[in-house]
């Protein structure tokens, strides 16, 4: 079945460690996004691509990077600079221009 | 910038009836995309429904329906027949047709409901 896939599910990091969250996507779509997810926030856009090799910051860049060397795989990297890196992370993907986004579980991340 | 906002951080409903979840946005844009999508406890968000903003009929899912107010920048999600299934986090996100690169979410409505 086509879908997204974000792996772990649940992750445990200790402070000042990096983190990376694995997002594939096998509907041959162009775009895909991160998101982050805090209660009472609703989503916010981290990073997102439109293409291969290219990607742009989304509203909360700050402490995370990404890189889209593959059509299917858009990892995050959660680093020591992000302060509050306590969060459940969503990856998404579209084909672009038709607004729909399709969406992976998720994965939780706890910094202890 | 765009902003969306929910203003029922939760709602409840009795089984069978219907419910009425509220949105607004702001935008000086006149044409866009405008979603509901749901949460429920597994996470995985799902899109429930879609509205062209230059489309004047309101869309229709099933037991899910919008109200489309264009001129009052409101875009309100009716759930008729309520079930136990429809449990979950409830968000409403806008999406520009100029500038199609990201989603902008509300920070969503937790409908619960009982049997």
């Known amino acids: 079945d086509g879908g997204i896939t974000q792996s772990p599910k649940y992750l445990f990091r200790k402070e000042g460690q990096n983190v990376t969250l694995s997002c594939e996507q096998n509907?041959?779509?162009?775009?895909m996004y991160w998101y982050r997810q805090d209660p009472g926030q609703g989503l916010r856009l981290i990073y997102y691509?439109?293409?291969?090799?290219?990607?742009q910051k989304g509203d909360i860049a700050e402490g995370y990077s990404v890189s889209r060397e593959k059509k299917e795989s858009f990892p995050l990297t959660v680093t020591s600079a992000q302060k509050n890196p306590t969060a459940f992370y969503l990856c998404?993907?579209?084909?672009?221009?038709?607004?729909?986004?399709?969406f992976g579980e998720g994965s939780r991340l706890t910094v202890l | 910038a765009q902003t969306v906002t929910q203003s029922q951080p939760e709602m409840s409903v009795q089984e069978a009836e219907t419910v009425t979840l509220s949105c607004t946005y702001d935008?000086?844009?006149?044409?866009?995309?405008l979603f509901w999508y749901k949460q429920p406890p597994s996470r995985q968000m799902i899109l429930v429904i879609r509205?062209?903003?230059?489309?004047?009929q309101n869309a229709t899912e099933n037991r899910f329906s919008v109200n489309f107010q264009k001129a009052a920048k409101s875009f309100s999600l009716k759930i008729s027949d309520s079930q136990l299934g429809d449990a979950a986090m409830y968000f409403c996100?806008?999406?520009?047709?100029?500038?199609?690169?990201?989603?902008?979410f509300g920070t969503g409505t937790r409908l619960q409901v009982f049997p």
């Open positions: 998404a993907s579209s084909t672009g221009f038709v607004g729909e986004l399709f």
């Open positions: 509907l041959n779509h162009d775009a």
């Open positions: 691509s439109q293409i291969v090799n290219d990607f």
């Open positions: 935008t000086s844009e006149s044409d866009y995309y």
């Open positions: 509205q062209e903003a230059y489309k004047q």
């Open positions: 996100a806008y999406r520009s047709s100029y500038n199609t690169d990201k989603l902008i």
